[in-house]
Each structure stands twice: as C-alpha cells, then as structure tokens.
C-alpha cells in the first residue's frame, strides 16, 4: 500500500529533481544541439539551462504562496473550476506520453547495446514493473532512495566524464560563436524543452516540509544539472566533431566506449553510462506514476480515493504509449512533438499566468 508519510526533505527534493531531470535527454543533447548551433551547441546548452535554472524559482515563488495548494486549486485561482479541471487533466496526458516516450527510448537504447534479440516490449514492461513498485512506495520511499541512488550514479558519471578527457580534441571547439543569433536561439530553445518534467516542483510542495525554504536547494539542484549538461555536450563535441556528433544516434554512450581504462580490466566502459540511465529512467517514471495517481485524486475527488488504483490504471496507459512507435525516428518525432507543444503549455505558460495570479493576490491581500 501507499506510503502515508509522505513528507520530504529539501535534500530528498534536490536529489529527486536531479534524477528526474537529468534523463534521456542528455543522450541526444549534444547531438541535437549540435545540428542547431554547430560547435556552439556548449554554449546553447550553458545558457539554456540557466534560464531553466531561473525558471525554477519562479516556480518556486508560486509553491512557497500557496504551499498546501494542487495543480488544480491553484488553476482555480485564474479561471473557472470546469477549465481548471480539464487543464489538469491534460497535465495528467501530457506526463503519461513524456514518460512513455522517455521509457521507449530507454528500452531502445538497452536493445541496442546490451540486449539485442530481446523484444522491446519485454524491457519496457520489466521496467515499468519495477517503476509501479517504487511509486506504490510513495513520495517519502523515492526520496530515501534517490539519496542514496545520487552518490552511487554521480560518483561513477564523473570519473568516466575525467576519463573522457583524454580522448578528446578540444581545437574541435574553435573557432567560438561562428553561428549567428537564430542558430543559437535554436540551441537554447531545444536545451529549454530537455527540462519539460520541471513542472513537477509545483507538484512537489504539498510534500515538502519546509516548502518556505526551497529557493536554493532547488535553484542549486538545476544549476548541477547544467553543469553536467554543459560538460558532456562540450566532450562530445570535443570527442566526435561539429559534423561527426549530428550523425550519432546516442553520442554520449558512444563517446564512453572510446574509453581506456588503465589496466584494460573492462571492455564496456558505456555500461557504466547506461546505468545511470537505467536509474534516471526509473527515477523519472516513477515519479509521473505517483504524480498522475495524485493528480487523478485531485481532479475527481469524489471518484476512487485510493492511489493505487488510480496507478493500475496509469501502468497499461505508460505502457501502450512506450510501445506504440513502430521505431526510434517515430519516438523522437512524437518526443519532439510533445516538448513543443504540451510542454511549452506547461512548463512556460500555465506557470507564468499563475505567478501573475498569485502576485496579483498578494498585492490584493496587502
């Protein structure tokens, strides 16, 4: 059953974040980045995810003024409970495609490295198996968990990344700033869209148990995530190339493989750099898992009262959604789809007319 002491600590939320953040999209990052602003994809990716770092607080600023408030009570504040009702639910679909996608490209990633003749839809239901597992735990278990998963993934990421080094050819950064305005604002707006789970701080702070503090741990935990983002795009253009990096399907993973260890004791070094994408993933969907039974709960309050039975029917819909693209090049398309349209709805606007409603308030109150 459900975990009822659901209360976290701000450590616990920034350890969350940064697994559920920091996903799938780093794999194709410096690729896609890369395509849009050529060997400035660094730069794009530096900028883009500071704004989104920023962006944080804003959400932050929104949870700290109404911190017992749910998505759809804090909709109710700028339009009628009908609307507010039918955007939550939309929120709901929108967390269910992104993490069935997100799952897909996981689970593809895996056939093509490690378990080539396994059927796809056999790792996408062993996964998501163990994701419902996790989320019937509650908010408190994944933030325990994510504690201790953190030293365990980032410790193993940051030595490959030093060891990456070595391999790579930094003149392939040079000359700097050669792509003019809109090739840039490309890059920064595909880094922005990477961030499209970061609607679920404002999830996040009925759970908290001191929402009045969450500014800096939260605006630290992106700030991390950039940094990691920075330098893996900055190697991997390094590494590959300007032209070689648009043309590689999962550049991080094979950018690891060019590793040698000292010793030569393993053959595999991009196992390592899967795994903390296994982690990532799990992170990720578990938390859309338990996000959506909540949000269920809000939006039909009257309805089943349970979580759980709110998750069994989450599960088949993540599922179908997972398997449903007959290929990678349709993953990325409705992936990119989703970021676009759902995901500027939801990350950029809906977030903005809150916080305009809620200062509004507050100048009302005073």
């Known amino acids: 059953m459900f975990s009822e002491n659901n209360r976290i600590s701000l ?3 920034q350890a969350l974040l940064i697994l559920d953040l920091f996903g799938t999209a780093i ?3 410096p690729r896609t980045t890369a395509v849009a602003a050529g060997r400035d994809g660094w730069i794009t990716v530096l900028i883009g995810s500071v704004i989104m770092a920023l962006w944080a607080l804003l959400l932050c600023s929104i949870g700290k003024k109404n911190p017992s408030k749910n998505i759809p009570q804090l909709l109710q504040l700028v339009v009628p409970t009908p609307i507010a009702l039918v955007i939550a639910f939309g929120l709901v679909l929108k967390l269910l495609i992104g993490a069935g996608l997100e799952l897909r490209v996981l689970c593809e990633m895996i056939g093509r490295t490690m378990l080539y003749h396994t ?14 597992y996790v989320a019937i735990g509650g908010l408190e278990c994944r933030g325990r968990v ?3 998963l953190f030293v365990f993934v980032f410790l193993p990421l940051t030595i490959l990344l030093l060891l990456t080094i070595s391999t790579a050819n930094f003149h392939n950064l040079q000359p700097v700033l050669t792509h003019g305005a809109w090739d840039l604002g490309k890059g920064i707006g595909i880094t922005m869209l990477s961030f499209h789970g970061i609607e679920l701080i404002l999830l996040a702070f009925p759970y908290l148990k001191q929402p009045q503090n969450t500014s800096k741990n939260v605006f630290g935990a992106i700030l991390l995530i950039s940094f990691f983002m920075t330098i893996v795009t900055i190697l991997s253009l390094a590494t590959f190339g300007e032209v070689s ?3 590689k399907i999962f550049p991080v993973l094979q950018m690891m493989d060019r590793i040698d260890f000292p010793g030569a004791f393993m053959e595999r070094q991009d196992v390592f750099m899967l795994w903390f994408w296994v982690i990532s993933a799990f992170a990720s969907v578990s938390a859309t898992l338990f996000y959506t039974t909540v949000l269920f709960r809000d939006i039909f309050p009257n309805a089943i009262q349970r979580r759980r039975r709110w998750l ?8 179908i959604i997972a398997v449903l693209p007959s290929d ?13 349209y759902p995901g500027v709805f939801y990350v950029f606007i809906i977030p903005l007319i809150l916080w305009m409603a809620s200062g509004r308030k507050g100048e009302a109150s005073k």
């Open 11 to 13: 450590r616990q939320l």
């Open 27 to 29: 794999i194709t990052l």
């Open 119 to 132: 059927p796809i839809w056999v790792t996408v239901a062993s996964m998501l198996f163990v994701c419902t």
């Open 146 to 148: 994510a504690e201790i």
């Open 245 to 247: 990096l648009q043309n």
């Open 312 to 319: 069994f029917l989450s599960t088949p819909l993540v599922f």
């Open 328 to 340: 990678m090049v349709q993953t990325y398309r409705y992936l990119d789809w989703m970021k676009r």
